[in-house]
């Protein structure tokens, strides 16, 4: 079972609630201390059941890039090895008042890796209950989030299920349970890389990736033609100070691209 979302939501946290294994670094706030895919075997009822931490997108330390390029290899590795997985838990914070654009962009990235088939598996799991005050405002985000088909609604609609993780072991296993009689699914990503033979950036999720890219190219280069624009009416105006001030601008601007 693989854990995904952006850093911070509570995968490790999910995994060590779960397996009982201490070694699973937690983080105490927002960013992620999953810096590679790693994984947790435990033993329950006739069961061995393996988690699979992976790092997050949107991440404080590694480009998406370099987030991707460590799922791809793993997840190209045990697909050679025939080792499917049986499900795949998505977790979102409940107390997040909103999905931001990175938010969104991860989803995206979720769900271009996954592909229509493997969705059958997939748990959309909110966490961190026991820190809302207001039961009727979670509810009511939990519900925005179900009928907005721009962030769960249009999983939902292909067959991903929703959940809640309520911070427990007894809920966790509950989660693994519900998943444990499902049909192993390949990924997209694993298809597109190892029968398709495809290079990363040629996956779909590559592509996501490549398309956010363009766009900060794009407007990197709208704001140093605005400099540039200005720079020169700077010359034009005999203004050394707001010249200078225009060009060391331009430069960071430039470091962007």
Same mark, same amino acid.
């Given at each position: 079972?693989?854990?995904?979302?952006?850093?911070?939501?509570?995968?490790?946290?999910?995994?060590?609630?779960?397996?009982?294994?201490?070694?699973?670094?937690?983080?105490?706030?927002?960013?992620?201390?999953?810096?590679?895919?790693?994984?947790?075997?435990?033993?329950?009822?006739?069961?061995?059941?393996?988690?699979?931490?992976?790092?997050?997108?949107?991440?404080?330390?590694?480009?998406?890039?370099?987030?991707?390029?460590?799922?791809?290899?793993?997840?190209?590795?045990?697909?050679?090895?025939?080792?499917?997985?049986?499900?795949?838990?998505?977790?979102?914070?409940?107390?997040?008042?909103?999905?931001?654009?990175?938010?969104?962009?991860?989803?995206?990235?979720?769900?271009?890796?996954?592909?229509?088939?493997?969705?059958?598996?997939?748990?959309?799991?909110?966490?961190?209950?026991?820190?809302?005050?207001?039961?009727?405002?979670?509810?009511?985000?939990?519900?925005?989030?179900? %009928?907005?088909? !721009?962030?769960?609604? @249009?999983?939902? $609609? /292909?067959?991903?299920?929703?959940?809640?993780?309520?911070?427990? &072991? +007894?809920?966790?296993?509950?989660?693994?349970?519900?998943?444990?009689?499902?049909?192993?699914?390949?990924?997209?990503?694993?298809?597109?890389?190892?029968?398709?033979?495809?290079?990363?950036?040629?996956?779909?999720?590559? %592509?996501?990736? !490549?398309?956010?890219? @363009?766009?900060? $190219? /794009?407007?990197?280069?709208?704001?140093?033609?605005?400099?540039? &624009? +200005?720079?020169?009416?700077?010359?034009?105006?005999?203004?050394?100070?707001?010249?200078?001030?225009?060009?060391?601008?331009?430069?960071?601007?430039?470091?962007?691209?």
């Amino acid at each position: 079972f693989a854990k995904m979302n952006m850093a911070g939501a509570g995968k490790s946290y999910f995994i060590k609630a779960v397996s009982g294994n201490s070694e699973v670094q937690v983080s105490g706030g927002l960013h992620s201390c999953t810096s590679k895919v790693q994984s947790y075997s435990f033993e329950h009822g006739d069961a061995t059941i393996t988690l699979v931490d992976t790092p997050g997108f949107n991440d404080t330390t590694r480009s998406d890039t370099e987030v991707l390029t460590e799922i791809c290899d793993w997840t190209s590795k045990t697909f050679k090895e025939e080792r499917l997985l049986s499900g795949i838990i998505y977790l979102h914070r409940i107390t997040d008042v909103r999905m931001d654009g990175s938010a969104v962009k991860n989803l995206r990235m979720f769900q271009k890796l996954c592909g229509r088939g493997a969705l059958m598996n997939v748990f959309l799991t909110t966490t961190q209950w026991s820190r809302v005050t207001d039961l009727a405002d979670g509810e009511s985000r939990e519900k925005g989030l179900c %009928q907005d088909r !721009n962030f769960w609604g @249009i999983l939902l $609609e /292909k067959g991903a299920t929703l959940q809640r993780f309520q911070g427990t &072991r +007894e809920s966790g296993l509950k989660l693994i349970a519900d998943l444990m009689s499902n049909q192993p699914e390949a990924l997209d990503i694993q298809n597109q890389i190892v029968t398709q033979n495809r290079t990363i950036v040629e996956t779909d999720a590559g %592509q996501c990736i !490549n398309e956010e890219l @363009i766009e900060q $190219e /794009k407007k990197y280069k709208r704001e140093l033609e605005a400099l540039e &624009r +200005e720079r020169q009416e700077a010359i034009a105006e005999k203004d050394e100070e707001m010249k200078e001030l225009l060009a060391e601008e331009q430069k960071k601007a430039q470091e962007k691209l």
